[in-house]
């Protein structure tokens, strides 16, 4: 697959918040800066690579980009990230040219909700009933559970887990039984390499 | 197409399991040749990752639609990725020859 310019770039989840505020900032420093805004895919960057553990490589195949372009998003995203924490800026999260997977749509005839994975193809009916009395459905924000069954380390060689220390990204970590390093558990990784050229 | 289905048993009087990930049999079924297969669902009470086996039990068989009451938020991306349609039904008193009828009706 070649690389193409100007691709949207593909997001898994949108994030769960619009943007983060500094708190206990300096009087005289409040109003001289605005915030900073990342965009979505930046975002989508920092989660796969620093959240999830996934390397470059892996990553940008998640976004469905090239690598040098991952690249190129993931350090705008932590030049961002770290400008908005030394100036102690105000951090927006919004767009950029990405597209979600999920869009999720409604049949009014048999009352199902569905989500439409082959987004090239336009979506005509619904795939129960065939129905096209169908519509688009946004999903009730959905509480934004902390996702704690994700917060371990194990090991790529001896499978060792450990709880994750929040700051500390799996993939510095040393495997205390064997010595590999250690990767997110459960990280969507090994799935998104099988995907790719479905 | 083989379609996957969450079920609290194992005949077509059951109901749709309101979950995926911990629903009490997976029902496959192939529009095509009309086959149908019941598979328990044997790592239901598992503490962890049981949205992620299920998403590998039913995508090793080939399906590319889910129906289920609910997906779980860490199952979406997963199967987005893999491209296999999910398919919600609230409405837990539907049966799975509901559904089956539905899709058989569709396909003709
Ligand atoms: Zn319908
Ligand atoms: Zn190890």
Not at chain 2, 11 to 31: K, M, P, Q, V, Y
Not at chain 2, 85 to 105: A, C, G, P, R, Y
Request: charged share 25%; aromatic share 8%.
């Amino acid at each position: 697959m070649s690389a193409r310019i100007r691709r949207p770039r593909k997001i898994l989840n949108p994030p769960s918040i619009k943007g983060f505020k500094p708190f206990g900032i300096d009087p005289e420093m409040k109003s001289s800066k605005g915030s900073v805004n990342l965009l979505f895919e930046e975002y989508e960057a920092l989660r796969l690579r620093d959240y999830d553990g996934l390397n470059h490589h892996q990553a940008s195949l998640m976004m469905n980009v090239s690598r040098p372009t991952f690249t190129r998003i993931y350090a705008a995203a932590l030049q961002k990230v770290a400008t908005a924490f030394v100036e102690g800026r105000q951090m927006t999260i919004e767009g950029g040219k990405v597209y979600f997977d999920s869009d999720w749509h409604q049949c009014n005839a048999c009352e199902c909700y569905f989500s439409h994975p082959h987004k090239q193809l336009p979506i005509e009916e619904c795939p129960l009933c065939g129905s096209k009395e169908i519509s688009e459905f946004d999903f009730p924000e959905e509480n934004n559970q902390m996702q704690n069954e994700r917060d371990k380390c194990i090991c790529s060689q001896c499978q060792y887990e450990q709880i994750h220390q929040s700051g500390v990204p799996c993939k510095e970590e040393v495997c205390p039984e064997c010595g590999h390093f250690m990767k997110r558990k459960g990280g969507p990784g090994r799935r998104g390499r099988k995907m790719k050229g479905i | 197409m083989k379609v996957a289905i969450a079920s609290t048993g194992n005949t077509l009087d059951s109901n749709i399991d309101s979950s995926f990930g911990r629903c009490a049999w997976f029902i496959i079924i192939d529009t095509e040749s009309g086959g149908m297969e019941f598979i328990p669902n044997t790592n239901r009470d598992m503490e962890e990752h049981v949205g992620r086996v299920a998403v590998e039990l039913v995508s090793l068989r080939n399906v590319s639609m889910i129906v289920s009451g609910d997906f779980g938020q860490k199952i979406k991306p997963m199967l987005d990725s893999m491209h296999i349609q999910m398919v919600v039904i609230k409405d837990s008193q539907k049966k799975i020859s509901d559904i089956v009828e539905l899709l058989n009706n569709r396909r003709k």
